[in-house]
């Protein structure tokens, strides 16, 4: 294909042309790559790296992700024989005072790592891939769609798909009710996804 100097072979040869485009956006510690097993049966898909992730350079460390790793377990999925990654691989945010404000990724920035997030795809093969939120979602499908109109299974090209919401959208619900009903409903997605997966 066109866009590449080199063809990716390898996850590795990916991640390699990843680092060396660097962020669209300046201020990012690093590249935060996808995470877990190279054939991995099932791969999730966020938004950006967050703050923890981008100093770590790992994907969900942070709390967002500290609740998914939770609600994974608790739904029968191992963290760890998943792929994790993002739409978009920098994080890129507002400074107030100390504190590094993630802002959300422009249409624009999602496009620009697609063909990346495609081909990361193409070389784990996953069994399904779970949209984690509308930036995924966007990313997958190339569309913006709301997440309340395709929660569920989905079809992402040739890939068996599965929308859910993101995790950070739980940890910012204003009560405790309305925080626990929600998580309820993603670990029910979650339950899902596992049995799609079997
Ligand atoms: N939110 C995301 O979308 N991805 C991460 O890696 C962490 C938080």
Same mark, same amino acid.
Do not use: C
């Given at each position: 294909?066109?866009?590449?100097?080199?063809?990716p072979k390898s996850l590795e040869d990916l991640n390699a042309?990843?680092?060396?485009?660097?962020?669209?956006?300046?201020?990012?510690?690093?590249?935060?790559f996808g995470?877990?097993?190279a054939?991995?049966?099932? /791969?999730? /898909?966020?938004?950006?790296? $967050?703050?923890?992730?981008?100093?770590?350079?790992?994907?969900?460390?942070?709390?967002?992700?500290? *609740?998914?790793?939770?609600?994974?377990?608790?739904?029968?999925?191992?963290?760890?024989?998943?792929y994790?990654?993002?739409?978009?691989?920098?994080?890129?945010?507002?400074?107030? $005072?100390?504190?590094?404000?993630?802002?959300?990724?422009?249409?624009?920035?999602?496009?620009?790592?697609?063909?990346?997030?495609?081909k990361e795809?193409?070389l784990v093969?996953?069994?399904?891939? /779970?949209?984690?939120?509308?930036?995924?979602?966007?990313? *997958?499908? $190339? =569309?913006?769609?709301?997440?309340?109109?395709?929660?569920?299974?989905?079809?992402?090209?040739?890939?068996? $798909?599965?929308?859910? /919401?993101?995790?950070?959208?739980?940890?910012?619900?204003?009560?405790?009710?309305?925080?626990?009903?929600?998580?309820?409903?993603?670990?029910?997605?979650?339950?899902?996804?596992?049995?799609?997966? =079997?």
């Amino acid at each position: 294909e066109a866009m590449w100097d080199q063809e990716p072979k390898s996850l590795e040869d990916l991640n390699a042309i990843i680092a060396k485009a660097g962020p669209l956006v300046l201020g990012a510690t690093q590249a935060v790559f996808g995470e877990g097993p190279a054939h991995a049966e099932i /791969v999730f /898909v966020g938004e950006q790296p $967050g703050d923890q992730e981008d100093l770590q350079g790992r994907p969900f460390v942070g709390p967002a992700g500290k *609740l998914l790793t939770k609600a994974m377990k608790e739904a029968g999925i191992d963290r760890e024989q998943a792929y994790l990654t993002n739409a978009v691989k920098h994080f890129k945010f507002e400074q107030r $005072g100390h504190r590094r404000i993630h802002s959300k990724p422009t249409a624009g920035e999602v496009k620009h790592y697609r063909p990346w997030l495609m081909k990361e795809l193409e070389l784990v093969k996953p069994k399904l891939v /779970v949209a984690l939120g509308a930036t995924a979602l966007l990313a *997958l499908t $190339g =569309k913006a769609t709301p997440i309340t109109r395709s929660r569920g299974r989905a079809r992402f090209g040739p890939y068996e $798909g599965y929308v859910t /919401v993101h995790p950070s959208y739980l940890l910012r619900l204003p009560d405790e009710a309305t925080k626990r009903e929600a998580y309820e409903a993603f670990l029910n997605d979650l339950r899902r996804v596992h049995d799609l997966a =079997k």
